[in-house]
């Protein structure tokens, strides 16, 4: 029996020539990634002659990644014969193992939250895809944050109305009159501000947003934002294409937030997971939105990602100057901290539920919000959407120990917010000028609280039909 790992020279080693395991270019391709991305943690099993038992795999990957040196362990207590069993038995034992598919999901979920390439983990990215588009978070709180209600033919909730739950507040009115802004705010200020508003004029909008062009709503909901000088504005996008072309409907709109005061100071991509099926007219398959960053005034993130390389020293390269000369890194020689702020591209599965038994197949991801959320804001800090659609910004302030205020000009989906958050939370919302409950206010108003949604009394919200409605043929609602 092997008692210690050696260091041997690669030229040492000889491939067994009766080994019948192939392998093929794409293993050895991702051997080396996984060898480049962890380093060599698994000794090659030779002989004392340097005839390889176990490790052809790993032999191959460091001749084409050109390693010199390689971890082995000398199997000398072997006979010949056994050798040729043992090489046999290595491959096939392997292959009789299988994954818990469940637990597999899970944990390339989270580890895809992560700086871990999983192109490194030997998956293809078909495989990849199909086990990432179901996979959650593994508690009962994430599943149930994918339950949305459907909208209610009839809402409980009238104009003016203004929900309250451990200091969050939803105000049902529209987010471009200042009057309901300010009886929301109350003299406050919004630290943050995060939404995910429509994306440009898809259809004509009917209900409540009747005759509303999209530039105008978009004027009038950032003229009336209660913002104080460090507040940071975090806005989600889609792409829209009209005659086969993609279209910049948000130019028009970010030059007026310049013109206001706002700095178009970041612009980030939101990676969504895998592509959606379909052939999608010959573009590839959509897997991201954008998020705009504004401010007035630049604040440093918080650091909260883990470091793969915590602990690590930094090496001496730097930037690039205008000269073209590569300058010195400011930390080199000093260990790499634990942490780190968030990457420009966001890395958060979309939400898998839907509104209105898939009338509206799009939410805004709770977990896109806590990105944001946590990055840029501190405990107890206030957070506003003036878009709330189905209040995923408000269960982000609750799961992260902020206050979130929302308006949402659609009774129906104030409806569906408030019995969101009664479904994920011990805290019941209560109307704010009576103390009443949402059932009680539904008996007060002779409103049925358990109502099917009725799809063709759902205008206020349309969606959007440019093509499959799970991306750009849709309305988010947030």
């Known amino acids: ?105 899970e944990e390339l979920a989270e580890l895809r939250d992560t700086e871990i390439d999983l192109g490194t983990l030997g998956f293809s990215d078909d495989e990849l895809a199909v086990l990432l588009a179901d996979a959650s978070d593994g508690s009962e709180a994430g599943d149930a944050e994918e339950e949305i209600p459907e909208a209610p033919a009839e809402p409980v909730t009238r104009a003016d109305d203004i929900w309250t739950i451990s200091g969050h ?12 802004v300010n009886r929301l705010f109350d003299g406050a200020r919004a630290d943050l501000c995060i939404t995910s508003p429509p994306y440009s004029d898809q259809r004509e909008y009917t209900g409540e947003m009747r005759g509303v062009l999209w530039l105008d709503l978009m004027r009038g909901a950032f003229a009336a934002l209660p913002a104080n000088d460090e507040t940071q504005v975090f806005v989600n996008l889609g792409l829209v294409h009209r005659s086969n072309e993609w279209i910049p409907y948000w130019e028009p709109w970010i030059e007026y937030m310049r013109s206001i005061g706002w700095r178009r100071f970041g612009w980030y991509v939101w990676d969504q997971g895998p592509g959606l099926p379909g052939d999608w007219n010959g573009r590839l ?12 005034k630049s604040i440093h993130p918080n650091k909260t990602k883990d470091c793969i390389h ?6 001496p390269s730097g930037l690039r100057g205008t000269d073209g000369q590569v300058g010195g890194w400011c930390h080199q020689d000093r260990s790499i901290q634990d942490t780190k702020i968030p990457d420009s591209v966001i890395r958060v599965m979309r939400h898998k539920g839907a509104i209105a038994g898939g009338q509206h ?20 800090a206030l957070i506003f959407d003036p ?44 109307l704010q ?46």
């Open 1 to 105: 029996m092997a008692k210690h790992i050696e260091h041997w020279l690669l030229s040492r080693l000889k491939p067994n020539k009766r080994n019948p395991r192939l392998h093929s270019d794409a293993q050895i391709a991702a051997i080396a990634g996984s060898i480049l991305a962890f380093g060599f943690n698994a000794p090659i099993l030779v002989d004392s002659s340097g005839g390889i038992l176990a490790g052809h795999g790993r032999y191959l990957a460091c001749l084409k990644l050109g390693i010199d040196t390689v971890p082995v362990i000398v199997l000398d207590h072997l006979s010949e014969t056994e050798k040729r069993a043992y090489l046999l038995a290595d491959n096939k034992l392997a292959e009789l193992s299988s994954f818990d598919d469940d637990l597999l999901r």
């Open 169 to 180: 507040k939803i105000i049902c009115g529209d987010a471009r009159d200042r009057d309901v």
């Open 285 to 296: 398959a959509p897997a991201f939105e954008f998020i705009f960053h504004f401010n007035r």
């Open 310 to 315: 915590a602990g690590d020293s930094h090496g």
């Open 361 to 380: 197949p799009a939410v805004l991801a709770v977990g896109i919000v806590e990105e944001l959320i946590l990055a840029y804001t501190k405990p107890n």
């Open 387 to 430: 878009f709330l659609g189905s209040a995923s910004v408000t269960i982000a302030a609750l799961k992260t120990g902020r206050r979130a205020y929302g308006t949402e000009i659609s009774p129906a989906y104030c409806d569906v917010a408030v019995r969101r958050l009664t479904a994920l939370f011990n805290e019941t919302p209560v």
């Open 433 to 478: 000028a009576t103390r009443q409950t949402f059932a009680e206010v539904a008996a007060s108003r002779g409103v049925p609280v358990d109502q099917s949604a009725n799809p063709k009394q759902q205008a206020a919200r349309p969606i959007r039909c440019d093509g499959p409605a799970a991306f750009y043929g849709r309305k988010r609602r947030a």
